[in-house]
């Protein structure tokens, strides 16, 4: 059965993953509508970094099942390529290519992974740039680059690949206070233009603005979600308004 | 107790100190350009001093006359030492490169034979491995109905390549595995095959890790060459031999051999500093 976009794009049923004994996500189900923006809050260690990266297959689970645009993760003849153009992924410490400029982060995986044209790739990747605020900065290296600015270059990187979801990972939590918030507005402007995105974050009045949901998780278990406003002012599991008495 | 410091003064508002001989590592101390030179000119003097005196007895040439007429004849063998070097270096990078990106196989099948490689060869004295080469590879190999012959000076370099190829490999093991996983993630994030993220994103940035020994592996590799001399490859040490006989002179023994000490050390020792400048600079950066 093909994918329609009145389906979920992303969904995700009674997942379970392990690391060799310990059980980190003990049942997660969650599904996302294209053009939502969803945010998963929750303590350390509850497993937000694993239930995003096994959305990419960075991570595999034993347990439920994950899919993307219909297609299944736990398909042993997935096309991981395929799965990987559709879904870009930003870290927290933003791992850009040390060895390269910013321009060619963004120009690398279109042009070695996609095989696409050199010239029209740069054309791309130089309007990303601009989208991202770093016009400029093409030709500066990583290490030249603040971080708020290295976190930028990261997004576009993943942009370059034409992603139809974009999964954030506390993209801002190694950031300085006054950085945060120039990447929080590139990621207001994705969002705003219809980009399916998941984020985990720390940055509550961000997840507030712009989430369609939020999602709590403790444990490896989602305890709690629903819209930011009623989610945020009217919390009803005791285990969420402990966790956001602690943060606000 | 160390009259520069008060209790209660913390060091960094002692006046800055001057670098003391004290401060320099024994190490460094006791060999650097000075006093390798110190000992040269001392060598020279007891060794070519005598035969100036030999030289107003016998109507002999001087020592120093015979070692500039045999100059031509050494720079011819010491670039031949050279181009061994140079091929043995090559030949053991490409190999020692491959061998290390097999020791960090996911297959442990891989990764394990190549670390039994790796230590088979970086732990066998260069000369047995030498010896093993000129008697094990052919004097020719017939592919295709086409011979191609395998002179001794080629075995030589083969046999050196080896060693080469195991240090090598080491160093490119290390140095991958220095690379934060972070950047394996997110270039498989961005759809890189596990080749493909070796080859255009880990390999490159392991250059600026391995550059310095891999220097220094050159320097003790072109020391290593007169090593060939003994399985009888023409380079300067066997003409050394033969200019030796060919002037039966006695006193010419210490002088050539000092002369031949400095062809290498004018050669190696540029190549040991830049190393060294290489490493300090890098291990800042890094
Ligand atoms: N590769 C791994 N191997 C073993 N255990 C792991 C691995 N990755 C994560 N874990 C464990 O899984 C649990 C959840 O980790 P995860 O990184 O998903 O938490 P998190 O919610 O992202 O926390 P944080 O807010 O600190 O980033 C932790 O207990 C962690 O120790
Ligand atoms: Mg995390």
Redesign the pocket.
């Known amino acids: 059965m093909p994918w329609t976009p009145d389906q979920p794009i992303i969904s995700l049923k009674n997942v379970h993953k392990s690391f060799g004994q310990t059980e980190v996500l003990r049942g997660i189900s969650m599904d996302v509508m294209k053009g939502e923006v969803v945010c998963i809050i929750g303590p350390s260690g509850s497993g937000?970094?694993t239930l995003i990266r096994c959305i990419n297959a960075l991570n595999d689970i034993q347990g439920g099942s994950i899919t993307v645009e219909g297609q299944e993760l736990r398909d042993p003849k997935l096309d991981l390529l395929a799965l990987r153009k559709k879904v870009g992924m930003v870290f927290?410490q933003y791992n850009l290519f040390p060895h390269k400029t910013a321009l060619e982060n963004v120009m690398m995986a279109p042009i070695k992974v996609l095989k696409q044209n050199r010239a029209e790739v740069e054309i791309r990747a130089r309007a990303l740039m601009k989208k991202v605020r770093l016009e400029g900065k093409e030709d500066a290296y990583p290490g030249e680059l603040s971080g708020g600015q290295q976190q930028r270059v990261a997004i576009a990187r993943s942009l370059a690949m034409n992603p139809d979801v974009m999964l954030f990972?506390?993209v801002t939590a190694a950031l300085d206070p006054e950085t945060v918030k120039e990447v929080l507005v590139t990621i207001k402007d994705l969002a705003a233009e219809g980009m399916t995105c998941i984020l985990?974050t720390h940055e509550m009045g961000f997840a507030r603005e712009i989430a369609d949901r939020v999602y709590f998780t403790d444990r490896g278990v989602i305890v709690e979600y629903g819209p930011p406003q009623s989610f945020f002012d009217d919390a009803k599991d005791p285990r969420t308004k402990q966790f956001l008495s602690q943060i606000l | 107790m160390n009259p520069g410091r008060i209790k209660g003064h913390l060091p960094v508002l002692l006046p800055a100190r001057k670098l003391m001989l004290s401060d320099i590592p024994l190490h460094d101390r006791l060999f650097n350009v000075w006093t390798a030179g110190a000992l040269l000119i001392a060598f020279l003097v007891t060794a070519i001093g005598p035969s100036f005196a030999q030289a107003e007895a016998a109507p002999a040439r001087s020592i120093l006359t015979i070692l500039f007429e045999w100059t031509p004849s050494i720079a011819k063998a010491f670039g031949f030492n050279v181009l061994i070097s140079i091929m043995a270096m090559a030949i053991g990078t490409v190999l020692g490169v491959g061998l290390g990106v097999l020791q960090v196989s996911p297959r442990s099948m891989i990764r394990r034979l190549a670390w039994i490689v790796t230590q088979f060869f970086r732990n066998s004295p260069w000369l047995v491995l030498l010896f093993y080469c000129i008697l094990l590879i052919p004097f020719k190999i017939t592919l295709f109905g086409m011979s191609v012959p395998f002179p001794g000076w080629i075995k030589a370099v083969i046999g050196l390549s080896l060693p080469v190829m195991a240090y090598m490999s080491e160093y490119m093991r290390g140095a991958i595995n220095s690379i934060p996983s972070g950047q394996w993630e997110s270039a498989q994030s961005l759809g890189f095959t596990r080749f493909q993220t070796m080859r255009d994103i880990i390999l490159p940035q392991t250059i600026k890790r391995v550059l310095p020994p891999w220097m220094n592996l050159y320097a003790v590799l072109t020391m290593a060459t007169p090593l060939v001399s003994i399985v009888g490859v023409n380079e300067v040490m066997s003409l050394t031999r033969a200019a030796l006989s060919a002037e039966s002179r006695v006193d010419l023994l210490i002088p050539m051999y000092l002369y031949i000490l400095c062809w290498f050390f004018l050669y190696c020792y540029p190549i040991s500093t830049l190393t060294g400048r290489l490493e300090r600079r890098y291990s800042v950066k890094l």
Request: hydrophobic share 15%.
């Open positions: 937000k970094s927290q990972d506390e985990v």
